[in-house]
């Protein structure tokens, strides 16, 4: 008997998204509960397991096709010999296919994604590929037949291994060949559902907000000098490194408290003012940048607070991101400094209201007390919505983030 898998609730307001990779192809031999397709939608990646053990059967859905909540994804016949799907329900194209003497819907045919040689990739996994700029031929693949999946990606992208290495004068032509002419080749890779909905949510911030940047720098030195001294015995007893972010998430709340305009959001014709700090963090995932929110932020400790960073920091990278991670937030901090921003202008995360950009440290001359010193210096910049915001309010937050950060003591004393 064949059992359909259909799309599954993907969580609140999401009615969409798009077969990103299928893990098993027709038949092979399925658990109950094995993950046998991720689905991407636009906030996470999210993998529809088996309902029943067996064998997969026909695949409805193509990868990079746009499916709806409860749309028929493929059959698996239970059992242990495959069995024909019910004839009525397969698409024509799966029929199709299924007759056809070529290779499995979850293997692409090699003359249109070969990279490296005869190795063959999936639409997902070329991607990925792709973004991060790897050479695939230096990843060792775990799938079938070992093949490359997602998950082999993202664990070399973690790793930092498998970049892409440039020509080697082994590989260049012969001296009695004629040179090359420069490559004119061109890619077409479909945005993921997440590029898709960054790029529409960013340019909504842009045509329905007053969008205005404020500028500051700040001071490194006190918090850079409490952290060396306190990182080793911090580590020890909580577990987890002591970065920058804990002290400026620390700091935004405080100022957060003062400046309630700057954690507020518009709602018709209404203004809505939290008393809570639900802090959204920029974080990189090899699909692009998410915003995991911090619950509460204002309540908890630095230690609490790196806690909860680094967990994110782990499952974006494992692409374990679920969809009540990133639900909500009335204030974000993207810290730029870690890819080498010196400076930038952010864009807020509608409906939020604003957004402080971190940028990276950089020993610059400044005057204290009539000399000119040297002190590692960091831009700040708050973009926000000026139909909300005053300037006056901006500055002032900026000026309190800043004083917090100098002077490390004012987090523990509140002031």
Wanted: hydrophobic share 45%; net charge neutral; charged share 25%.
């Amino acid at each position: 008997m064949a059992t359909e898998v259909k799309v599954p609730t993907l969580g609140e307001s999401v009615t969409e998204a798009t077969v990103g990779q299928w893990l098993k192809k027709p038949g092979e031999a399925v658990k109950a509960d094995e993950p046998i397709v991720s689905l991407e939608t636009d906030k996470v990646a999210v993998d529809v397991p088996s309902p029943v053990a067996g064998v997969m059967g026909d695949l409805v859905a193509k990868e990079g096709d746009t499916v709806e909540v409860g749309a028929l994804l493929a059959y698996v016949n239970e059992g242990g010999a495959a069995a024909a799907a019910p004839a009525a329900a397969a698409a024509p194209a799966a029929k199709a296919e299924a007759a056809a003497p070529a290779p499995a819907a979850s293997a692409p045919a090699a003359s249109d994604d070969e990279e490296g040689g005869s190795l063959t990739l999936s639409p997902a996994v070329r991607r990925l590929v792709l973004e991060h700029g790897l050479d695939p031929s230096k990843i060792k693949g775990t799938g079938k037949d070992g093949r490359l999946t997602k998950d082999d990606v993202t664990a070399a992208v973690a790793a930092g291994t498998a970049k892409a290495a440039a020509a080697t004068p082994a590989s260049a032509p012969a001296a009695d060949a004629p040179a090359a002419g420069p490559s004119r080749k061109q890619e077409r890779v479909k945005m993921t559902r997440l590029r898709q909905t960054v790029a529409k949510r960013l340019k909504e911030a842009q045509n329905n907000a007053a969008l205005l940047t404020t500028y500051n720098d700040v001071d490194m030195t006190n918090v850079i000098e409490a952290r060396a001294k306190y990182k080793d015995l911090f580590e020890k007893k909580h577990g987890v490194r002591l970065g920058f972010m804990g002290f400026f998430t620390k700091a935004v709340c405080m100022a957060l408290k003062d400046i309630p305009g700057v954690n507020a959001q518009i709602e018709g014709d209404e203004i809505v003012y939290n008393d809570f700090a639900d802090i959204s963090v920029a974080v990189s995932a090899p699909t692009g940048l998410v915003v995991p929110v911090i619950r509460n932020a204002e309540s908890l400790s630095v230690a609490a607070i790196e806690k909860t960073i680094g967990g994110f920091g782990k499952k974006a990278k494992e692409g374990k991101l679920t969809m009540e991670d990133m639900k909500g937030g009335t204030f974000t901090i993207s810290n730029g400094g870690v890819f080498g921003s010196l400076l930038s202008s952010p864009i807020i995360n509608p409906p939020q209201s604003a957004v402080l950009g971190l940028h990276r440290i950089e020993d610059r001359p400044v005057v204290r007390n009539g000399q000119i010193v040297i002190r590692p210096m960091m831009y700040l910049a708050l973009s926000y919505d000026h139909r909300l915001i005053d300037g006056r309010e901006a500055v002032t937050f900026l000026v309190a983030v800043k004083n917090a950060i100098e002077d490390p003591t004012r987090l523990l004393i509140d002031l």
